[in-house]
T-cell receptor, first 115, second 111 residues
Framework: ETGVTQTPRHLVMGMTNKKSLKCEQHLGHNAMYWYKQSAKKPLELMFVYNFKEQTENNSVPSRFSPECPNSSHLFLHLHTLQPEDSALYLC??????????????FGDGTRLSIL | SQKIEQNSEALNIQEGKTATLTCNYTNYSPAYLQWYRQDPGRGPVFLLLIRENEKEKRKERLKVTFDTTLKQSLFHITASQPADSATYLCALVQGTYKYIFGTGTRLKVLA
């Protein structure tokens, strides 16, 4: 149990579907992150939220839309995805102390397959 | 742009030996460097953090070094066990939130 829960664990969708990924953290952290992990590539940071405010958007296509209603919940809304978007999507949280020293706590990811 | 390089080749070692994994970075000099472990089908798990003014950090059988001149960190597992088999990732943070990860090195400890 990592304290960060992601649902669903697996998702198969067509290119025209709309779906959402959900992340919930039970650690009292104030920063939450979405990452994409593809085979043989490093983790790619997508979005960062701190106290519900988006602080980073790493040039992510608009077909990915994040939402952070509070410090414990993070969503990634998916629409009109492409086959190359198939990957493991990881959510993480950390406690922001104004420096870069805090470790990240990851969920186990959603394995997304686009048909 | 900042880049982290880890040996993408898998590392196979015999049980009981010391495994040494390498992380090299370019450009930006981070104040901290972190190491994570990732098992198949799971998210990364934080292991150790080392600060730029620390040469070495230990935790049980794990040891991390940080050489800011060489822009390199080494991660050692002593008395390795088959349960140590996993992918190990290093990461640095640019600014406050921009975590940059390496591709990871897959370690296999042979019984």
């Amino acid at each position: 149990e990592t304290g960060v829960t992601q649902t669903p664990r697996h998702l198969v969708m067509g290119m025209t579907n709309k779906k959402s990924l959900k992340c919930e953290q039970h650690l009292g952290h104030n920063a939450m992150y979405w990452y994409k992990q593809s085979a043989k590539k490093p983790l790619e940071l997508m979005f960062v939220y701190n106290f519900k405010e988006q602080t980073e958007n790493n040039s992510v296509p608009s077909r990915f839309s994040p939402e952070c209603p509070n410090s414990s919940h993070l969503f990634l809304h998916l629409h009109t995805l492409q086959p190359e978007d198939s990957a493991l999507y990881l959510c993480a949280s950390s406690q922001d102390r104004g420096d870069s020293s805090q470790p990240q706590h990851f969920g186990d990811g959603t394995r997304l397959s686009i048909l | 742009s900042q880049k982290i390089e880890q040996n993408s080749e898998a590392l196979n070692i015999q049980e009981g030996k010391t495994a040494t994994l390498t992380c090299n970075y370019t450009n930006y000099s981070p104040a901290y460097l972190q190491w994570y472990r990732q098992d198949p089908g799971r998210g990364p798990v934080f292991l150790l953090l080392i600060r730029e003014n620390e040469k070495e950090k230990r935790k049980e059988r794990l040891k991390v070094t940080f050489d800011t001149t060489l822009k390199q960190s080494l991660f050692h597992i002593t008395a390795s066990q088959p349960a140590d088999s996993a992918t190990y990732l290093c990461a640095l943070v640019q600014g406050t939130y921009k975590y940059i990860f390496g591709t990871g090195t897959r370690l296999k400890v042979l019984a």
